[in-house]
């Protein structure tokens, strides 16, 4: 059946105290003090948020990959997981197309721009019968799925589980909520961003675009938000 085209994402797991881990890790680089004194000797949170931008905006980005997050994401496209898993440093756990068979129409995603042109959409949907269709006929007569799962497409929805550390999903969202990013990967990069900022809102300023932390486009082509990076 035709799904709805909004990703699903739920943060399930992220340590209990992430402000204060971040910080010792900080504080430790420059401190004499044992690590546990430094966790358990200060809940002032400016103080804390104060070091935190001044280690990350000289670089040293070790600091932050003490934190590890996990994501439960469904709904989303297998052209969208495809771009998701080029990323390094990151741990997925993907529905297997071998071991689950689609049962009827299988489930799949509309890009907006045939979304939103009805003669090509009713064309979209017809074409994805047409495969499932082709699908079931191999199953039925006893093709594996592993092999029988070689006619779906990209727009094929899938689930996932993806964890990764606050680097990794700062670097992430650095590229990915750049307006040049696709669509599909672009929301759901900014749902995953806005679900931990809910519970930890001091990461707001990093979970942005890279040229909204830069202030300036060093891409080699700019859609307008900020000004190009002077070329030498």
């Not at 999903?169 to 040049?180: E, M, W, Y």
Request: aromatic share 8%; proline share 5%.
């Amino acid at each position: 059946m035709e799904n709805n085209n909004k990703p699903v994402v739920n943060l399930i797991s992220k340590p209990q105290n992430m402000l204060k881990t971040v910080y010792t890790a900080c504080r430790t680089c420059y401190s004499a003090d044992y690590p546990i004194n430094i966790y358990n000797g200060t809940d002032d949170e400016e103080k804390m948020l104060k070091l935190i931008e001044r280690v990350i905006s000289s670089g040293h980005y070790s600091t932050i990959e003490h934190i590890q997050v996990s994501f439960a994401v469904s709904n989303v496209s297998r052209a969208c997981t495809h771009q998701l898993v080029r990323h390094r440093l990151m741990s997925f756990s993907q529905k297997s197309q071998r071991y689950v068979k689609e049962k009827g129409q299988f489930d799949y995603i509309i890009p907006p721009t045939i979304e939103k042109n009805p003669e090509l959409k009713e064309k979209f949907i017809r074409f994805m019968a047409e495969i499932s269709n082709q699908y079931q006929e191999f199953v039925n007569a006893g093709i594996p799925a592993e092999d029988a799962r070689f006619v779906l497409p990209n727009a094929a929805a899938s689930s996932l589980v993806v964890s990764m550390n606050l680097r990794e999903l700062i670097h992430v969202a650095n590229l990915r909520l750049c307006t040049r990013a696709q669509y599909e990967i672009r929301t759901m990069v900014k749902m995953m961003c806005d679900e931990l900022i809910k519970s930890e809102p001091w990461l707001k300023p990093y979970l942005v675009a890279k040229c909204d932390r830069l202030g300036f486009c060093d891409e080699d082509k700019s859609c307008g938000r900020h000004a190009m990076l002077p070329k030498s």
